[in-house]
C-alpha cells in the first residue's frame, strides 16, 4: 500500500493510488450475489478489490476461487498469495539459493520474510535473519527455525553482526530493508553472491535515499542484484498441510484500524503479515 | 592499477598492491632469453608482469603467445587483451545486449566503452555513449560509429541528457562511471532492463560513495544489476581484419610517463586505452 502512494519524484511501474478513489489491492472476499456461472453465493475468492465491505466485480480476469477451506482465508492474502510466491520466486528464481549456501533474511519475521527463510531451511541453506526486537528474534530461531537471528536495533555495528553470524561471508541476500543494513551486507557478501532485491521499507518514507552503498563492491565480487516483482500461483499448501512451513500474521479489527495499521509496518509494530479484516460472517 | 591500490577500508577480491613490491599488471613483453621449450626469443607474450624493462618470468600459466602480428602488440592490452573481452563478456553474457534494444554506455571512448559500443552496433542495437568532452563525443559519433552521445560535463541535468537520447528508455547500461550518472540512469531504465557493472571511475578516489542511487527503482522496474570481472580469451581478430571494429589508444613513453598517465585517467586527458610502452626495439 504504501509504494503506491507517491514517492519521490519518480516513474514507478507499480500504478499508483488517486486521491478520492477507493484504495484496492490484495485481498479475500465471499461472493453474496452473481450473475456469473463461475461464482456462486458463498464462495471465498481471492482477488484484488476496494477497501469497502461489500465490492461489485464487473472483471473477474484476476479472481480465484480458493481452494483449501482448511486454512483461514487471509492465508491467501500472505503465504497462500502474492507474499507467499514472493518469497519463492525471489529465493529461488532470482537469487538461485542452492544447499549448503549461507542465506541473509531481513525484515525476516515479515509476511515474505518468515517464508523465505523457512524454505531455505528446507533446501538446505544456513539461515540467518534480522528483526526489530526481541521477541521477533525469538519467533525467528523457535517458531521459524532460523539458525541464528539477531535484532538490528541493538547491533550497534550491523557489520560486526553479519560477521559474527557469517563468518565466511553470505551468498544469497533476500533484501527487504535497504539503506545501513544493504550497505553492511554488500561488504560481507562472497564472491559471485546473489541479492534478491524484494523492497527497501526503510527507504519508503524518505525523499532520497539515506545510505550510499558501495557499489563497485558488485564488480570485485561479482555480484549480481536483482528487483523482481510477482504476480500470482500457488503453491506452499502442501508445505503448510505437513507443517514444514509455519505462518503468522497480525489482523487488524475494521477499516478504521487500517490507517494505524499502514503506519504500525514502518515502527515494526506488526508481527507477520498484516492484514485487515473489512468484514467477518 | 588505481582499484588495486586500496580503496575505502573495504575487503577487495581483486588483490592489491605491496608497497615497496613491483607494480604488476597486463603487458606484451618480447622474449630476450628462454629455457622453456616453448617459448623462443623474439616471440611475443601477452602475460601478467612487472613496470620494469627486463622480467624473469618463472611462472607461464598466464603467458600467452601473440599469434596475429598484423596489430600492434599494445593491442593485447586493450581490444585483443581484458579491455575487449570485458566488453564482449559484459555486454553479451552479463547484460544480455539484443538486437534493437537501447544500449547505452558511460565512458563511451574509454578502453572498454569504444569495444561495448562497437559490438552493440554489430547486434542491431540503438547505442548512445557519454563522455568527457566534445572531441571525444565526436569520435563516438564519427569513428566509432555511436547512433548519439553527449558529453556530460556540458549537462546541467543528466536526467533530460538520457530522455532525450532515449525517450523509449534504457535496455541496457554498461555502467563504467557511478555516482550521479548511474543515479539519472537507474530513473530512465525500462522494466526488466540489465546493467553490465564494469568499473565506477568517478567512485574510485573517495572515501565514500558521492551519490545514492535509488536501488528501490529495481523492484519496480524489475532490473538487474550484475557486477563481472573476465579473465583472458581471444576473438575480436576477425572483426579488427574486417574493419567492422576500430580501436583508438593512448600511448605513454617509458615508466617516468606511468604515474602522470595513471592520474590523467581521472582528469579524462586520455582518449581511449591508455597503454605505457616501457620498452621498445
Not at 46 to 72: A, D, M, Q
Not at 119 to 134: P, R
Not at 141 to 159: I, Q, V, W
Request: aromatic share 10%; hydrophobic share 40%; glycine share 10%.
Amino acid at each position: 500500500m504504501r509504494t503506491r502512494m507517491s514517492r519521490h519524484d519518480q516513474p514507478s511501474f507499480i500504478p499508483d493510488f488517486v486521491p478520492g478513489e477507493v484504495l484496492d489491492n490484495w485481498a479475500v472476499s465471499k461472493v453474496v450475489v452473481s450473475g456469473h456461472p463461475d461464482f456462486k453465493p458463498g464462495d471465498l475468492l481471492c482477488l484484488v478489490t476496494g477497501w469497502e465491505e461489500y465490492s461489485l466485480i464487473n472483471n473477474t480476469t484476476l479472481c480465484r476461487k480458493i481452494k483449501h477451506s482448511e486454512f483461514p482465508p487471509s492465508y491467501y492474502t500472505g503465504v497462500l498469495g502474492v507474499p507467499g510466491i514472493t518469497a519463492h520466486a525471489g529465493l529461488f528464481e532470482v537469487a538461485k539459493a542452492k544447499k549448503d549456501e549461507y542465506v541473509f533474511v531481513s525484515a525476516a519475521s515479515g509476511a515474505v520474510g518468515q517464508i523465505v527463510g523457512q524454505l531455505a531451511k528446507l533446501t538446505g541453506c544456513y539461515v540467518v535473519g534480522s528483526a526489530g526486537s526481541d521477541h521477533k528474534v525469538n519467533l525467528l530461531k523457535t517458531k521459524f527455525g532460523f539458525d541464528d537471528a539477531f535484532n538490528y536495533k541493538k547491533e550497534l555495528d550491523l557489520d560486526a553482526a553479519l560477521q559474527r553470524c557469517f563468518p565466511e561471508g553470505i551468498d544469497v541476500y533476500f533484501e527487504n530493508v535497504g539503506g545501513a543494513m544493504l550497505e553492511a551486507v554488500l561488504r560481507n557478501m562472497r564472491p559471485y553472491g546473489r541479492i534478491a532485491v524484494c523492497g527497501q521499507v526503510s527507504q519508503y518514507n524518505l525523499r532520497r535515499p539515506d545510505v550510499s552503498p558501495d557499489l563497485f563492491l558488485l564488480v570485485g565480487k561479482r555480484l549480481r542484484m536483482e528487483g523482481f516483482l510477482v504476480g500470482d500461483v500457488e503453491e506452499m499448501v502442501a508445505y503448510l498441510n505437513e507443517g514444514k512451513v509455519v505462518y503468522v500474521e497480525d489482523v487488524a479489527e475494521g477499516i478504521e484500524a487500517a490507517p494505524a495499521a499502514l503506519v504500525g509496518l514502518f515502527s515494526g509494530r506488526n508481527v507477520g503479515k498484516q492484514v485487515v479484516a473489512l468484514a467477518r460472517e
